[in-house]
């Protein structure tokens, strides 16, 4: 069997102990979508457990390929609204809105990679910190919206992380005063005072 994504899995954990009617709620997208079979109890048993271990399959395909292709991730509750609404289509437009927020490890490269590029170090852990709460903030005020029917989907809204970072690490004095030494080393070097 795949490895399962651990967030996924603290999901599934985490419903094992939810009040019956989140186990039930999550019990009709999941037969909406044709993963449960049977008749929902409102209990979290092997019916229900198997059904989420179907879905995590797609859960993390649908991850998987966020990575590769630039996509922001989803949470497991918004990819079993999304496949519950699939599933049990009616031929209606419908709409979703998905907050997605990043975890500090996640976020971590790409705050490396713009610290190294506007500041030419890498950040401490504080600054770090700072960062992904400042992007987490943002998130979930810009959820994205999907809408979705027969023959189309469209998405709007959502957070563009490495826009963000840059704009907020581009905007410090430090990386400002970086910049200038940039541009004067440059120049310096084209006039020959440089070596």
């Given at each position: ?32 979508a044709k ?29 998987l ?27 209606e ?13 996640q976020t ?13 170090r ?35 809204g959502?957070?563009d ?9 581009g ?25």
């Open positions: 069997m795949a490895k399962q994504d651990t967030s996924f899995t603290d999901f599934i954990q985490g419903l094992s102990k939810a009040p019956e009617d989140t186990i039930v709620k999550i019990s009709q997208q999941l037969k909406d993963l449960y079979k049977g008749k929902i109890t409102g209990k979290f048993d092997v019916k229900l457990y198997n059904a989420l271990i179907e879905a995590s399959q797609g859960y993390k395909g649908v991850n390929f966020a990575e590769k292709f630039g996509t922001p991730r989803v949470s497991p509750i918004d990819y079993l609204q999304q496949i519950g609404m699939e599933g049990g289509d009616t031929g437009p419908k709409t979703t809105v998905s907050t997605y927020v990043t975890s500090p490890s971590a490269k790409l705050l490396n990679t713009v610290a190294q590029d506007l500041l030419g890498e950040l401490t852990k504080a600054e770090k910190n700072k960062y992904t709460k400042l992007i987490n903030e943002q998130q979930k005020k810009q959820p994205s919206v999907t809408t979705a029917g027969k023959g189309f989907s469209s998405t709007r959502g957070v992380e490495q826009q963000f970072i840059t704009e907020q690490i905007a410090t004095a430090e990386a400002k005063t970086n910049q200038a030494s940039d541009a004067y080393t440059i120049l310096m070097q084209e006039l020959g005072g440089l070596r």
